[in-house]
C-alpha cells in the first residue's frame, strides 16, 4: 500500500508538521492577545499576584504566624514612606507587630486557594449537570432546571451564609475548625454552580443535534463517552469565559464571609480576614492595616475581570 502524499511541500520537500506550540501562537486567541495591552497588563498583575502567593514562605520578608521573629516594639508602625516608618516594613505593621507586606503576601495564598478551589468544584458540577440536562432532556432536564430555577432566587452570599452557619450549627467546633476552609469553598462553589449548568444546557442542545453526535451513536458509542469525548470540547469557550469572571466573584465572597468572621479561621488570615482585623483599629489612625489588603483586593478582582471581559470579546465577537 502506498504512502498518502504530503500535505504541503516547499521546494519539492514535505513540509514539516506544525507543533502545538506553533498552532498555539498562530490561534485567534494569540492573535487578539497580543492586540489588548488590557488583556497583557491583567494577564501580568495576575500572574504577579500568584507567583508572589505560591512562593510567600520563600520570598516573604517575615513569617508573620512565627512569635518568635515578632517583636511589640515594632507594632502599629507606619508604611516607609511615613514619618516613623521604616525600610524593613515597607508596608508597615500591624497591632502584633507583623510585617504587613509579608502577611498580604500569606493572605493572598488563602484567598487564591480558596476561591480556585471554589471556581473548580463550581465549574465541575455545573458542567456535569449541564450536559446531562441537555443531552437526556425530559424529566431530568426539569428536574435540574428547577433546581437551578430554585438557587437563582436566593443571593449568591446567603447561600454561603446559610452552608457555613449550618456547619457551625451541626458540626463540633473542634471539627469546624479543622474543617474551615473545605467548608467555604463548598459553600461558595455549591452556590455558584448554576450559571455553568445553565449555560452548559444550551450549548448541549444545539450540539446533540449536529452530525458528529449522530455518528456516534450509530457507532455504539455510549452517551457518556459522547458527552465528555465530544460535546464537552465544543461547549468550554462560554465556561472558560464564565469560570474567569466567577473567580472574581468567589474572591469577593470569600473576602466578604471572612470579613463577617465566618470565612477561613483567624489563624489562616485571607485578604477578608485582614481586611476585618484592620477595620477595628482603622479610627484609630492605622488605616494601613486594612487599606494595604483593600486595595490588594481590589487590583486583584479588577485584573481578573479585565482578562474576563477580555476572553468574553474573543469568543463572542458580536459583543465589541
Excluded at 519539492?12 to 506544525?18: E, S
Excluded at 489588548?36 to 517575615?62: E, G, K, N, R
Excluded at 446533540?208 to 457518556?224: E, F, N, Q, R, T
Excluded at 489588603?293 to 465577537?317: E, M, T, Y
Amino acid at each position: 500500500m502506498s504512502e498518502p502524499l504530503p500535505a504541503a511541500t516547499v521546494d519539492g520537500a514535505a513540509a514539516p508538521p506544525l507543533s502545538a506550540w506553533h498552532r498555539l501562537q498562530d490561534s485567534d486567541i494569540v492573535y487578539s492577545f497580543r492586540r489588548a495591552p488590557t488583556a497583557i497588563a491583567s494577564a501580568l498583575i495576575l500572574a504577579l499576584f500568584v507567583l508572589v502567593a505560591v512562593f510567600a514562605p520563600w520570598i516573604a520578608p517575615q513569617n508573620p504566624f512565627d512569635p518568635a521573629v515578632l517583636d511589640l516594639v515594632d507594632a502599629r508602625l507606619p508604611p516607609a514612606w511615613l514619618p516613623d516608618g521604616q525600610l524593613r516594613f515597607p508596608l508597615g505593621t500591624d497591632g502584633q507587630g507583623r510585617d504587613l507586606l509579608s502577611v498580604l503576601m500569606y493572605g493572598l495564598r488563602i484567598s487564591l486557594l480558596v476561591s480556585s478551589c471554589a471556581t473548580l468544584f463550581a465549574l465541575a458540577v455545573g458542567v456535569t449537570l449541564g450536559l446531562v440536562s441537555g443531552y437526556l432532556g425530559g424529566r431530568v432536564d426539569n428536574l435540574i432546571m428547577r433546581l437551578a430555577d430554585m438557587q437563582l432566587s436566593f443571593p449568591t452570599i446567603l447561600v454561603a451564609l446559610l452552608i457555613d452557619g449550618l456547619s457551625r450549627s451541626l458540626l463540633p467546633r473542634s471539627v469546624h475548625e479543622q474543617l474551615a476552609v473545605l467548608v467555604v469553598i463548598f459553600a461558595i462553589g455549591i452556590s455558584t454552580w448554576v450559571q455553568y449548568a445553565r449555560t452548559v444546557r444550551g450549548a448541549t442542545l444545539v450540539e446533540k443535534s449536529k452530525d458528529y453526535v449522530h455518528a456516534a451513536k450509530l457507532i455504539g458509542m455510549g452517551p457518556l463517552r459522547i458527552l465528555f469525548k465530544h460535546v464537552l470540547p465544543n461547549v468550554l469557550g462560554p465556561v472558560l469565559v464564565i469560570a474567569t469572571l466567577s473567580l472574581g466573584l468567589a474572591i469577593l465572597t470569600e473576602a466578604t464571609l471572612s470579613f463577617l468572621g465566618l470565612g477561613v479561621p483567624p489563624t489562616s488570615p485571607s485578604l477578608g480576614t485582614l481586611i476585618r482585623i484592620g477595620n477595628e483599629v482603622l479610627f484609630s489612625g492605622e488605616w494601613w492595616v486594612t487599606v494595604m489588603p483593600g486595595v490588594c483586593l481590589v487590583v486583584l478582582v479588577l485584573a481578573i475581570n479585565l482578562l474576563g471581559d477580555w476572553l468574553r470579546d474573543v469568543f463572542n465577537p458580536k459583543l465589541k
